[in-house]
């Protein structure tokens, strides 16, 4: 296929000024390939792997112990889809790993991730590489869903506190969006939990970190990282 995918100097966002010529795309922007969006989920793998134990004590504190054991196993389903067959576009690899997760995490949060991947992959669309821009409004797009799914808004202590602003932050820069999701997971900590197991405990789950919020930061820490 011609344009960019094809070309593995341009898979790195915003350096690939050596590659004037026939395969620029029209939107000089638009340099995350399909090979950049492989290289951002086998780095959440390897987040995901290496912060399970994390994830799953934050579970432990207001919910039920599974969110690092049950990521871990939905990425390590995901990085063997990929790495099998690997697709050709950035909404074809978000789609297959949205699908990948929903078939291998149980609880909430299979269901959870997998839509917001697969309704952002959906929103990008068969290009062969798409801009900052298109990601970050595919990311509003997926937020979206998952708000829709759960019933959530932000402020109700999940995901979606890391979600929404990292979505919006993305809009501005790659580092705008990983500390938007840092400062939301923290942003957290105080909150009452009004979705999801942790709404159980009532106030009793103030004082603690959301571990959906948390796995979000992981998200979107490593798109800057693969980013970089
Ligand atoms: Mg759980």
């Known amino acids: ?120 992959g959906k929103a990008l669309g068969d290009e062969a590489a798409v801009s900052r821009a298109q990601l970050a409004e595919a990311l509003r797009a997926g937020t979206a869903a998952v708000a829709r799914l759960g019933g959530a808004k932000a402020g109700d202590k999940t995901m979606l506190d890391a979600l929404e602003p990292a979505a919006a932050a993305l809009e501005e820069s790659f580092a705008a969006a990983r500390q938007a999701a840092e400062d939301g997971a923290a942003a957290t900590v105080p909150m009452l939990a009004r979705k999801g197991r942790a709404s159980y405990l009532g106030e009793r789950s103030i004082g603690h970190r959301d571990p959906g919020a948390a796995s979000s930061a992981l998200l979107i820490g490593t798109l800057e990282e693969t980013a970089r």
Do not use: C, Q
């Open 1 to 120: 296929m011609p344009g960019p995918a094809g070309d593995g100097g341009a898979a790195s966002a915003g350096r690939d000024d050596a590659h004037k010529g026939a395969d620029v795309p029209r939107d000089a922007d638009a340099v995350l390939d399909a090979e950049f969006f492989l290289r951002w989920m086998d780095a959440l793998a390897r987040a995901v792997d290496r912060e399970a134990a994390r994830l799953t004590e934050l579970d432990a504190a207001i919910g039920d112990a599974d969110h690092g054991a049950n990521m871990r196993r939905g990425f390590a389903a995901v990085t063997a889809a990929l790495g099998k067959d690997a697709p050709d576009t950035p909404g074809a690899v978000l789609m297959l790993t949205g699908r990948r997760l929903i078939s291998t995490v149980g609880g909430a949060s299979g269901p959870l991730y997998g839509t917001l991947l697969r309704r952002a």
